[in-house]
């Protein structure tokens, strides 16, 4: 199969937030047929819904063998190896691995869509894809860094973590 560059958007907002997305980035590149490209800096970010605990976000770029479909199994594995259970939407997770692009391909089953369709509204996701690819064109037609500009109130929901 022909080698496919893809972005991922990582997250963690329970236990060793920090540890969690380092271990996903190294487990990540390990994966046969995937070879991490880019990695933005981490920022701290508002959670969505009732969880409490701020989320960690980092943003990846890839290039993969894998299909889309087996990029997902593995980001499944991934979160429950590192501890996520099923639960409620919104809770807290130790890990959240999400495909944002596949190449150019558009893909909607029950278990995948692709592109995300919510990246070009979600600040967490932007800030550390403008990091890594300002200019790549999400779903929605526009950039990341068009995308980012949309937004309100960036700066007091994500911050750079130090």
Same mark, same amino acid.
């Given at each position: 199969? #022909? ?11 329970s236990g060793n937030r920090l540890s969690h997305?380092?271990?996903? =980035? ?9 070879? =991490?490209? #880019?990695?933005?800096?981490? !920022? ?8 409490? *605990? ?21 980001? #499944? ?6 501890? *996520? ?13 999400? %495909?944002?692009? !596949?190449?150019?391909?558009?893909? #909607? ?12 509204? *979600?600040?967490?996701? %932007? ?5 890594? =690819?300002?200019?790549?064109? %999400? ?8 995308? %980012? ?8 929901? =994500?911050?750079?973590?130090?």
């Open positions: 199969m #022909k080698a496919v560059d893809c972005l991922i958007a990582l997250g963690s907002n997305l380092r271990q996903a =980035v190294s487990d990540i590149d390990k994966i046969p047929g995937v070879k =991490v490209l #880019k990695k933005s800096r981490v !920022y701290q970010t508002q959670p969505l819904g009732p969880s409490r *605990r701020d989320f960690l976000n980092c943003a990846l770029k890839i290039r993969t063998t894998k299909t889309a479909m087996g990029l997902l199994i593995e980001f #499944k594995r991934l979160e429950f190896l590192s501890g *996520r259970k099923s639960g409620k939407r919104w809770g807290p997770r130790p890990l959240d691995i999400d %495909l944002i692009t !596949y190449g150019n391909a558009r893909i #909607k089953t029950p278990w995948l869509t692709v592109p995300h369709s919510e990246a070009a509204k *979600r600040a967490f996701v %932007l800030v550390p894809l403008s990091d890594i =690819v300002p200019k790549v064109k %999400l779903g929605s037609g526009a950039t990341v860094q068009e995308a %980012l500009s949309r937004l309100k109130d960036v700066s007091r929901t =994500v911050k750079l973590f130090s």
